[in-house]
């Protein structure tokens, strides 16, 4: 009877704790209770107000005097509208750009200003703010064109009547919110219309909407596809536009109730081992947008949530950063990544700070440079704590952790290296999962090979965003978003699909110390049609000698195949069996790598893309104009099979005897 008491009570305490663990942020106060936690408005100080002086003198002065000095730049500004025809380039040409370059430079201008006058205050930049707050308030939409419903009652064009809240809306209200905060009683002194309209424009705009209608970021859609970057990016600037903005206390509150409510929507589904499928690039706006809520909400609260920062899947969100991290100026870029991100690199200090994790802050101290005056395009209430914090970041320890083995088993991702804390040698990364992912490619089985940090087999990441890119009919008719144009196979002619139901299974990974091997079933990310059995490939890295892929085939029929290889160098078959790849070091000195292979049952064939299109400009930025597809045609293609390939330096060649190329 003790027995059955004692084990009870256990589950019953472990059903409590999956609760709480599922709903970590919404679940730890009712309402009444975070409303007696939060800081009253007129009373909350996040950073200091204008007139304590005292406070200010704390900020970095070095990097106020750059913000002063870029802010002259735009003391006679004139403020742009943005004419119908810009919005309507989204359906008409598929363009995005020329609208947003002049939403988002407004919006830069409008914040230099701000800092400049906190710094200064003298009314010198009061009227230019003023401009860019009428002219700001103004404009039909906040948001961009692209981020509108692909309706015929849209057709490239708001719906004034029906605010919708994207991301740079709520991006908008944080710097109108701010403005506020820090200029309001100059504001008023000038007219006490300005900050009722403001707080009008936000209301209508932002507060209201969130509240009233669920917004597809909100949680998960009717396909079962959880929230993306969208939803932790959203709320950090509706939390911070709310704590800053709305008088009332009972709907200030209940915003932050609501907006806990969301986050556990993007929290709960995500992966216990942080891994963010949608690449470190938008690791940025996704786990470390998380954090950005969780600070401002200790901000607003005397640290009530300061508990999350114990949470282990917290904290693995945080570390995904640095674990995808290859070299000093590339990381994985598996999907809608680009390989070279910019690091915030204050933000990912702080976040390691609060998870008490010291890899990750020596990695943002890492990336610290002084202050140039110039901000960061998002996320602009991050430079208040950037200022305050600067004396601290040169004194801190720098130091990339570059570790030697990362495996995230829910992520399905590996990622290798010859030697932990350097780049050099070989880095091998490969990946499973599924192909309805966040920013999805169709790339289960691709895998990466870089070597002393610099690329050698690449994935090409994601071009420039256009009309195509998140349209149901489009995206895969970008050639860099298909399983053609990654380092995997063509299987008796066809592609991978995208859609949850294509994935990988029996996914495994083992290392030791002088190797790493991920391996897995490729099959179920082809369609029926392909007759595929099973396409075991494993991807393994010999530290120091080489990387193999094996690929074991059972197929029904076997009509057709074809191995793919991309490269960012040139390459050339040397003789049967070895093709070069003509790779660059860093300091761009020559250096040879060879693709061995069974020149009895494959054929190589080189191509070099023509990147002519509008997506292919983002390509080209990350890579140059400098792509190539490597394609093996298999000769006699066997139902039952094996293919093996082994990219090695070509200084090693000679010392590989070991090798068995052949087929089954």
Known sequence: MIKRLFLFVFILVWLQGQAQEK??????????????????????????????????????????????K?????????????????????????????????????????????????????????DPIINGVWSICEESFWGVPAHLPSTPEHAGLINVADPFVDLFAAETAVYLAWVDYFLGEKLDAVSPQIRKRIYHEVNKRMFEPVMTTKHFWMASGDDGRPPNNWNPWITSNWLNSALLLEKDELKRSDMVYKALQVLDEFLDPYYPDGGCDEGPGYWDHASAALYDNISLLNLASNNAFGYVYQNEKFKNMGKFIYRAQISSNQFLNFADAVP??????????????????????????????PVDGQLERFHYFRNFFSLFMQEEFRQAKKRLPLPKDVWLPDLQVMMARDNGGSTKGFYVAAKGGHNDESHNHNDIGNYVVYYNGQPLLIDAGRGTYTSKTFSKTGRYEIWSNCSDYHNTPTINGLTQLPGREYKA??????????????????????????????????????????????????????????????????????????????YKTKEGQAQNFIVKYNPDQMQPIIEKLKLEAKEDQGIIQNWGDSIYRISFKVMRPQKIDRMLFEIVAEKAAGGNKQSNLSGL
């Open 505 to 582: 299974t029996q996914v495994l990974y083992n290392q030791g110390k002088t190797f790493a091997a991920f391996t897995l079933n490729m099959a179920g990310a082809y369609p029926a049609e392909a007759g595929i059995n099973s396409w075991h490939r494993t991807v393994k890295l010999n530290r120091g000698k080489n990387v193999q892929v094996t690929d074991v085939i059972d197929l029904g029929q076997a009509k057709e195949l074809t191995q793919h290889l991309m490269t960012c160098y040139p390459a050339e078959v040397r003789k049967p069996g070895e093709l070069l790849i003509h």
């Open 23 to 68: 709903k970590l942020l919404s679940s730890k106060f009712t309402k009444d209770e975070l409303k007696a936690k939060l800081i009253p408005m007129a009373s909350w100080e996040p950073f200091p107000r204008l007139q304590n002086r005292d406070g200010w003198a704390n900020a970095d002065q070095k990097a106020m005097e750059a913000y002063l």
């Open 340 to 369: 070279n991100p910019t690091m915030s690199a204050e933000m990912i200090y702080r976040y390691g700070k609060d998870i008490k994790d010291t890899d990750m802050m020596q990695f943002g101290a890492y990336y610290h440079e």
């Open 70 to 126: 870029e802010a002259e730049k735009f003391l006679d500004y004139e403020w742009p509208s943005i004419p119908a025809t810009k919005s309507l380039l989204i359906v008409r040409t598929g363009d995005r750009d020329e609208y947003q370059n002049i939403s988002f430079s407004k919006r830069k201008v409008l914040g230099t200003l701000l800092l400049a006058e906190i710094y200064e205050n003298k009314g010198r930049f009061i």
